[in-house]
């Protein structure tokens, strides 16, 4: 079963920077599409970026000029690269393929 590993996350301050990493270890990410999602407290998930086995990208509005997405077919791994990070970006971060497979998560704290 297609696993997903997600890593990056951690503390940083307003305006700093990060970048997460979504792998799948024993199996090629090449024709999915990926999605990042975030959940803070309280609120629901959210799709935060996606990219297509074609390399095509969608981006939610609050994200837009901030963060990318790209993926590493070479590496298996498809990242978010988050800059300008605001306390409002702070939430567990997941990766899913296509529509059923997640991983754990990775946390996100932007706080000064």
């Known amino acids: 079963q297609l696993q997903l590993v997600e890593s990056g996350g951690g503390l940083v301050q307003p305006g700093g920077s990060l970048r997460l990493s979504c792998a799948a270890p024993?199996?090629?990410?090449?024709?999915?599409?990926i999605g990042w999602f975030r959940q803070a407290p309280g609120k629901e998930r959210e799709l935060v970026a996606q990219?297509?086995?074609?390399?095509?990208?969608n981006y939610a509005v609050s994200v837009k000029e901030r963060f990318t997405i790209s993926r590493d077919n070479a590496k298996n791994t498809v990242y978010l690269q988050m800059n300008s990070l605001k306390p409002e970006d702070t939430a567990v971060y997941y990766c899913?393929?296509?529509?059923?497979?997640w991983g754990q998560g990775t946390q996100v704290t932007v706080s000064s």
């Open positions: 990219i297509t086995s074609a390399g095509n990208t």
């Open positions: 024993g199996f090629t990410l090449d024709y999915w599409t």
């Open positions: 899913r393929a296509g529509f059923s497979f």
